[in-house]
Structures are given as C-alpha cells and as structure tokens.
T-cell receptor, first 116, second 114 residues
C-alpha cells in the first residue's frame, strides 16, 4: 500500500530561522513521483515541486530546497531564513501509475507558523 | 484560462438535504478528481474521472455520486447530507492519467452540514 507520513503536525519558528519539514513515504512501485504543495491561510493549494523516483538530485529554488533520499524513503523540504509569508500548511504527496490510471496519496500535512 | 472553478464557495445544509457541488475546468484536461479536506486528515480522494463517461471511486466515496458527461464538468452530488460530510471540498484536474502530472486545484467549497 502507498502511504505518506508527515510526522510533524505543527511547527513554530521565529522569522529568519531555518526549518525542515519531514516526509516519509512507502511504496512498492519502482516508478513514482513525489510532490510538495503549500496551502496558505487563504486556503488554495499551490504546487511547489515534483520529483520522480529516478532522480535523487537535490533541488534548490531560492530559499526552498528539497532533499530526496530513496535509501530512507524520504523527501524533506527545507526553508532557509523563514519569513512570515511562509506560514502555511505544507503537504507531501505520492503518485504512481496503475490499472490504466493513477493514484495520488497525500500526507496529513504540517502546519508551519513563522513568528515575526 | 480560468483554470479550475468551483461553486459555491460556501454552503450550509441541513441533515438529509441534497446538493451538487459544481466543478469546471477550461484546460481540456482529461483527468478530474474530488478531494475532501478535514482537520488533521490531509486530502482524501472521493471520486475521480479519467475522461468523459468514465468515473471511479477513491478512498472515501460513500455518500457521494459523480458523473462526467463532458470533459469540462465534474459535479459532485451529496445525496442525503450528514454532519460527517462537513468538510472543505477541492476539485482538481490534470492533463491526463500520467502520474507525473501535478494537480491543478480549484479554490475549494466549504460545506457545513447541521
């Protein structure tokens, strides 16, 4: 069965601190994709990044970076020098293909509060 | 492009009432889906469709019906609303059934069942 675990329910940091959001996944498929989405207080869901199972390169985009490690089945998300605008719920998700379609499973989310 | 639109944004129902949540996309996407979001539960898949005329159940389908008569529209029907269906509902679409695709989400519908 496919599963995504975000063990951190809520995190609070002071502005300018670095913070890492953990994501651990389970899958038997060899081809799969991992995603991060952001849900700010306004409620919409915003796509942040996608990574496929064959690409373990880390990715950096401004203050955001992602660390994908197949050996530990983890796809962690780090925000450097956090800002108040980073306050949101962050979801990690796993997708895979099967039976002519595909399925997408979300973790339960981590609520990040950045305190000024 | 308007992307994925959902109506209404807010709705209050009484137990036993029925209603339809509307979802439309103008991107000619093949794949559409409905999720519900409950506190501490993340997003859970209710139903999905891989094309017009084809629908299937997700993780939590009970109490909901869907149909897909056109590529653009994917309404979600609550047959007899229950307080357990109080939730935020998101519609999403993506170009096809490839697992590579990111989901394009609508703005959500907040439903309260009294």
């Amino acid at each position: 069965a496919q599963k995504v675990t975000q063990a951190q329910t809520e995190i609070s940091v002071v502005e300018k601190e670095d913070v890492t959001l953990d994501c651990v996944y389970e899958t038997r498929d060899t081809t799969y994709y991992l995603f991060w989405y952001k849900q700010p207080p306004s409620g919409e869901l915003v796509f942040l990044i996608r990574r496929n199972s064959f690409d373990e390169q880390n990715e950096i985009s401004g203050r955001y970076s992602w660390n994908f490690q197949k050996s530990t089945s983890s796809f962690n998300f780090t925000i450097t020098a956090s800002q108040v605008v980073d306050s949101a719920v962050y979801f990690c998700a796993l997708s895979w293909s099967g039976a002519g379609s595909y399925q997408l499973t979300f973790g339960k989310g981590t609520k990040l509060s950045v305190i000024p | 492009n308007a992307g994925v639109t959902q109506t209404p944004k807010f709705q209050v129902l009484k137990t036993g009432q029925s209603m339809t949540l509307q979802c439309a996309q103008d991107m000619n996407h093949e794949y559409m889906s409905w999720y519900r979001q409950d506190p501490g539960m993340g997003l859970r898949l209710i139903h999905y469709s891989v094309g017009a005329g084809i629908t299937d159940q997700g993780e939590v389908p009970n109490g909901y019906n869907v149909s897909r008569s056109t590529t653009e529209d994917f309404p979600l029907r609550l047959l007899s609303a229950a307080p357990s269906q109080t939730s935020v509902y998101f519609c999403a679409s993506n170009p096809d059934r490839d697992a590579y695709n990111e989901q394009f989400f609508g703005p959500g519908t907040r439903l309260t069942v009294l």
